[in-house]
């Protein structure tokens, strides 16, 4: 007799999602899972997860220096928009960090803003030589509304 086959929890795609950008970005780190948590939020809200030959765009607007700009290669891992397929457009920003899912077919859009007071929290904790990696996993559960200002659009 065959056994059912298990869907995986959030939990545990989250995980696989974060080991996945790790390798591809080569280290792990806050931002890095900022951006992997901007892009499932994205995949969840829109309702794409798992879905091939979706028309999503992303616009991304944040400062493009490190460690920011490692929020890029945590939305291209988990939805799979990079610059090279031109599905994922860059803007520098002197401060704000926001990326703006945009579905076609149907019409759906998502804008997610990190919250300022999380990104002040998280370089204060870097600065004081707190590790990447506890950060990231710190990062990796945070919830979502004190980690995002959320607008459905």
Request: positive net charge; aromatic residues 6%.
């Amino acid at each position: 007799m065959l056994g059912r086959l298990r869907m995986p929890s959030e939990e545990e795609k989250l995980k696989l999602l974060i080991e996945d950008a790790e390798r591809f970005h080569g280290h792990l780190g806050p931002f890095l899972v900022i951006g992997i948590r901007m892009g499932r939020l994205a995949e969840k809200i829109l309702f794409v997860e798992g879905k091939k030959n979706i028309k999503l765009q992303v616009y991304a607007k944040l400062p493009l220096l490190t460690p920011f700009s490692c929020i890029l290669d945590g939305i291209q891992t988990t939805t799979k928009c990079t610059v090279g397929n031109q599905k994922l457009k860059v803007e520098n920003s002197q401060k704000e960090i926001t990326a703006h899912f945009i579905l076609q077919k149907p019409d759906k859009s998502l804008k997610v803003t990190v919250n300022q007071k999380m990104i002040e929290e998280l370089t204060e904790k870097i600065s004081k030589g707190f590790s990447n990696e506890e950060l990231a996993w710190e990062t990796a559960h945070m919830p979502e509304n004190r980690l995002f200002i959320i607008e459905k659009q």
